[in-house]
């Protein structure tokens, strides 16, 4: 992979604290928002249906998970503790490299323990903080640790839900499926590695002369981590609805602010993801198109899910293709491999870069995640299948 290295961003820390409006994936800019809205409205026009079924196309948990996580980010970025924290950790940090390799490797551990979403909810906020103090390429730091927590999560079992399902439908033991992934884990984090080697510079961290002065808050943040613990307790049991209520009710009465400043544009986003890919899924010409397949063969499975998850994403690509390809462990890996290449890929991509308020983000995670893939998918084939 020959990635080149753009100048250095201005000493503005404009990256950091850029409103949801101000890049290509904000509200004001937001094409994919758009796009979703204009295939959602095809969708009405082609399919009509009725607004419960419309409704009930939205997976409502995943939405209640990612209100509840954005309201405790919100949290726990008003603390300003995150300044001092990432002040701390530059003033250990010897170049960009080394940070980016710290940062990956703690995304990809998260991600294998509390999910890829949540890896993300905790690191990308603190991500921008350090590249506003220290004039970090952002957009880049982030696409690294979107791959860092898709590798991660694939993993074990319970890394990410297309995982969980299949883990579940495969009969393995926790241990088992973990052994099932490692190789293909392996190759992605090897890769991860030499992709980070090829596009962090090496140069030393140099600060921000005007780095901003924030008051810190700590019983807002002690407040936000008991939340957060008690909120992914409470997901993990299948509990999110009253969770979530005991999260807004909280922030509403003591915190309000926090409730101002949510990224309802992300959560639009999601909403009109759900429909359009479910209303894709279901379409005649694809449950043709996969029958068309020879899906028994293993490399003939593994292309069509990674083919499939750039277009659908891959939980989707995973419900779809459970029953017409045999073997799980060739579907696990390819959907796992799949979360690569376009940002589609993986619903973690989304986050990720809408976390990280930079311009050029959807571009520059492009420039990184698509020859991560060209990489990937024949290694893994090679190795791995």
């Not at 409704?55 to 949290?75: E, F, P, S």
């Not at 986003?269 to 029958?291: D, N, Y």
């Not at 750039?310 to 696990?332: E, F, G």
């Amino acid at each position: 992979m020959t990635i080149s290295t753009p100048p250095p961003p201005s000493p503005s820390p404009a990256p950091a604290t850029a409103g949801p409006g101000d890049h290509d994936l904000g509200p004001g800019g937001n094409k994919l928002l758009w796009f979703l809205l204009f295939a959602a409205v095809v969708f009405a026009v082609l399919r009509p249906m009725s607004p419960q079924a419309w409704l009930g196309l939205i997976d409502w948990q995943t939405m209640g998970a990612l209100t509840g996580l954005l309201a405790i980010t919100q949290g726990v970025e008003r603390s300003g503790v995150l300044q001092s924290a990432a002040r701390a950790l530059l003033a250990r940090t010897g170049s960009a490299r080394q940070l980016a390799l710290l940062l990956c490797a703690v995304a990809a551990g998260l991600a294998a323990l509390v999910t890829n979403d949540v890896s993300l909810f905790l690191l990308v906020p603190l991500t921008r903080e350090l590249a506003a103090q220290a004039h970090l390429p952002l957009a880049r730091l982030v696409a690294l640790e979107a791959l860092a927590v898709n590798a991660g999560s694939s993993l074990t079992p319970i890394g990410n839900p297309q995982n969980l399902y299949l883990w579940h439908k495969s009969g393995e033991s926790f241990g088992g499926f973990i052994a099932m992934m490692a190789p293909t884990v392996g190759v992605m984090l090897l890769l991860l590695v030499a992709t980070i080697l090829i596009t962090m510079p090496r140069a030393p961290i140099k600060l921000a002369a005007d780095t901003r002065r924030t008051p810190t808050r700590p019983g807002l943040l002690a407040l936000s981590g008991a939340l957060f613990v008690g909120f992914v307790l409470a997901l993990e049991l299948h509990q999110w609805a009253p969770a979530l209520a005991v999260v807004l009710a909280i922030y509403a009465l003591w915190h309000r602010p926090v409730l101002m400043k949510l990224d309802w544009a992300l959560l639009a986003t999601f909403a009109l993801m759900f429909v359009v890919l479910h209303q894709l899924a279901a379409l005649p010409q694809v449950a043709a198109l996969l029958r068309g397949l020879p899906l028994d063969q293993p490399l003939a499975a593994y292309v069509a899910a990674i083919g499939a998850s750039q277009v659908i994403s891959n939980v989707p690509a995973t419900l779809v293709l459970a029953d017409a390809v045999p073997s799980v462990a060739v579907l696990a890996i390819a959907v796992n491999v799949g979360g690569f290449g376009f940002v589609a890929g993986s619903m973690a991509n989304l986050i990720a870069l809408r976390l990280a308020r930079a311009p050029g983000a959807l571009k520059e995670f492009h420039r990184i995640s698509l020859p991560f893939l060209a990489v990937c998918a024949p290694l893994v084939a090679w190795l791995a299948l």
